[in-house]
């Protein structure tokens, strides 16, 4: 690994990510040698599939301290690891594969962010840099090496793909729970963090409220944000579903779903004014059968009456008044 000085440039990178990383866009003057202490054996992360997840392991407020923090060096790209705070779980083969021919032609323009773990380097920022440069063929990339504790770490993960909008909606909702609950985050302290409002922070973390079936359909864009939204206003998770693949499958519009959902809740409303009218029927009849039967034994009936089926209960105070009850019964049967 060898080191490139640094002479610093401005570039907009957003106040949470510029705020974070403490230095902008860099330059390359000419090498030196590398400090010992740096070299590390990390072996080769695969170069497609997901990236390994954040474990739930204690969170560090606090980073190790490192030398030189701001140079570029150049480090064998065998000796960096996926970061355990990323966001992204999922890598496009295609736009990898886009990626890796525009470094074949122009080299990486701006450095992989890392951060040492133990005896090994992390990537806090730039893992698509680093996959695509091994699809390129590349022995070697351009890093900053920082002290980022495993709050700055996963700040900066999530405000690097959100910026360049690099995650889908649930891998974004995701990065905000884990700021929310990991580090008691308001939406109004993540939304200032990534750079966009509130409403738009909440809405995105609503998302998590769907199914299962219905974020994948989100993830793998068969289903837009918009209609998503839509769905969110539906209160029953099976309509949900229902409507879910209904956009699906015939690639109806958000316009269109919310006219559905609106139809879907009238129906249910409808149904659910009928079952209850049904239901005040039923009641009011069961409750005038109790009454005769009441006169006739002399003593508290209960009719408990659902779906045809049912049992009646007769009250009685004292071994004489049962013994008056069956007997009336038995009278009864005999006319």
Known sequence: ?????????????????????????????????????????????????????AKSAPVTTTAPQVLSEGKIWQMSIEKLKPGAFQPRRTFEKEKLQELSQSIKSNGILQPIIVRKVGEGFEIVAGERRWRASQMAGLHEVPVII?????????????????????????????GYQRLQSEFTLSHQQIAEKVGKDRATVSNALRLLQLPKEIKEMLVN???????????????????????????????????????????????????SAKQDVDLSVTNRLMAGLADELQKLLGTKVNIDYHNSKGKISIAFYSDEELSQLIDKIKEGCQQ
């Open 146 to 174: 920082k002290n980022f504790s495993d709050r700055e770490t996963l700040e900066l993960s999530i405000i690097e793909n959100v910026q360049r909008e690099d995650l889908n909606p649930i891998e974004e909702a995701d």
């Open 1 to 53: 690994m060898s080191e490139v000085s640094v002479e610093k440039q401005k570039r907009g990178l957003g106040r949470g990510l510029g705020s974070l990383l403490g230095t902008n866009n860099t330059q390359a003057n000419a090498p030196t040698t590398a400090p010992s202490n740096f070299k590390t054996n990390s072996p080769m992360a695969p170069t497609s599939g997901k990236p390994e997840l």
């Open 221 to 271: 864009s068969d289903i837009s944000t918009g209609h998503a939204k839509v769905l969110l206003s539906v209160d029953d998770q099976k309509k949900q579903l229902e409507l879910a693949k209904i956009v699906r499958d015939e690639h109806i519009s958000v316009r269109k779903l919310e006219g559905l959902a609106k139809k879907k809740s009238t129906d249910s409303n409808d149904s």
